[in-house]
């Protein structure tokens, strides 16, 4: 037995995904069934959701306020600071 329902949905997040979809060979709908279908094959949701940590905010902060930053022009400077 299937289910009709509907959601409200961004036009940007929409048209955007519909791109990816359509790339792939799928409709909206297939897409929408293959989310639900590894939710409920895997009882989680297929990527990480998180809210960021407090050292993350911390180091966030740092960067914005350009506290305990250091900057280097090349890749190489960086590896020579690091020793590696």
Do not use: C, W
């Not at 639900?36 to 949701?45: G, P, R």
């Not at 050292?55 to 902060?61: A, E, G, L, P, V």
């Not at 506290?67 to 590696?84: H, S, V």
């Amino acid at each position: 037995m299937k289910r009709q329902t509907s959601v409200r949905i961004d036009n940007e997040f929409y048209n955007d995904s519909k791109e990816v979809f359509d790339a792939l060979g799928l409709s909206f709908g297939d897409a929408v069934n293959l989310f639900l279908a590894v939710v409920s094959i895997e009882k989680k949701i297929p990527f990480e959701l998180a809210l960021p940590s407090e050292d993350i905010k911390k180091r966030i902060n740092n960067l914005e306020k350009d506290i305990n930053t250091e900057t280097y022009n090349t890749a190489e400077d960086l590896f020579r600071e690091l020793g590696i």
